[in-house]
């Protein structure tokens, strides 16, 4: 098949662990409107029911709007935290395709973050799982998958995470749990881009700003319609301040970021790098779906060194 402006993907085979909600779903939609087939993995299903998220979405919702967007939504009950699910999945892929074009590993675990916790006062059964959940998983995906990827040249691997190295390198995120696990995913990428080079493919490491994902609106009340009355919110000790959520992205900015990265001819020239979706927009030109490029990181430490003396439609 030949790609064409309209769809630059048309003829790319991509997998988006974690494609249930959030980012992993704004990705694979973006990915669909460029034209590509896109495996939806995830744990919350139709069938097999919700994962311990005990949320409503589902992959197949998410396969659905990759349908609706113009590409091939493919739905896939995986646990990636289960090595022989995996290699199910990725060996389906094989034998469909023959070939894997983009993995984007997705799965961060946030349902497990507990903000305003020492390691010490942490459950360290749920500290373990944030862990195994933002970058076993990553891990897990990445051997089995890698394989076939790495069968072609110009392959691409996405390691969604949060805060770039710039941001994560000089401070603290929120709990060691958290910390390590968001760090840790920024370095993976630059472990893999060493690696995948020799075979003329790349890993980049992307992070959201501030996202609205379903369970973010959730937290505040708030609708994608109404999401802007979350920052009238009072502040509560141990969380993020709501009137930083005036710079809140949907999930479509960074799927249309990743996508445009992944239609890039040059896209090598990103490899074992750590970029955040502003990075990725303000260079290929993408924006979010109200028209605005929200350049969330540099307005939350202006926020914190000014207080209220910033604007977040400055940061637009």
């Known amino acids: 098949m030949e790609t064409s402006t309209t769809a630059p993907l048309a003829d790319r085979i991509a997998l988006v662990a974690g494609a249930t909600r959030g980012a992993g779903r704004g990705i694979a939609v973006a990915l669909g409107v460029a034209g590509a087939t896109v495996y939806c993995s995830g744990r919350s299903s139709r069938t097999t029911g919700r994962s311990d998220y005990d949320r409503p979405e589902t992959i197949e919702e998410t396969a659905e709007l990759v349908d609706a967007a113009g590409g091939t939504g493919i739905a896939c009950v995986t646990d990636h935290l289960d090595v022989d699910q995996v290699r199910r999945l990725v060996e389906r892929i094989d034998a469909d395709h023959g070939r894997l074009d983009i993995l984007v590993n997705d799965i961060g675990g946030e349902h497990y973050v507990d903000f305003g916790k020492s390691l010490w006062e942490y459950d360290l059964d749920r500290g373990l799982r944030l862990l195994r959940a933002g970058l076993e998983s990553h891990l897990v995906t990445s051997h ?34 958290m910390d390590l696990t968001k760090t840790a995913a920024n370095r993976l990428a630059f472990g893999e881009g060493h690696e995948l080079e020799p075979h003329g493919c790349c ?55 990743v ?29 979010d779906v109200d028209g605005s490029r929200p350049d969330a990181w540099r307005f939350i430490a202006d926020a914190n060194e000014r207080g209220l003396d910033v604007d977040a439609a400055d940061y637009r």
């Open 144 to 177: 089995v998958a890698l394989g076939l990827l790495t069968r072609r040249p110009g392959g691409l691997v996405v390691e969604i995470t949060d805060g770039s190295n710039a941001w994560n390198d000089t401070r603290f995120r929120e709990t060691v749990f």
């Open 203 to 257: 890993a980049v490491a992307v992070s959201p700003g501030w996202l609205r994902s379903e369970m973010m609106l959730d937290h505040f009340g708030v609708t994608e319609a109404t999401w802007l009355d979350a920052t009238r919110r009072p502040k509560v000790e141990g969380e993020p301040d709501p009137a930083h959520f005036a710079i809140a992205e949907s999930p479509a900015f960074i799927g249309r970021a």
């Open 259 to 287: 996508a445009a990265l992944a239609a890039d001819p040059e896209r090598q020239r990103w490899t074992k790098g750590s970029v955040t979706a502003f990075d990725l927009a303000s260079h290929y030109g993408t924006t």
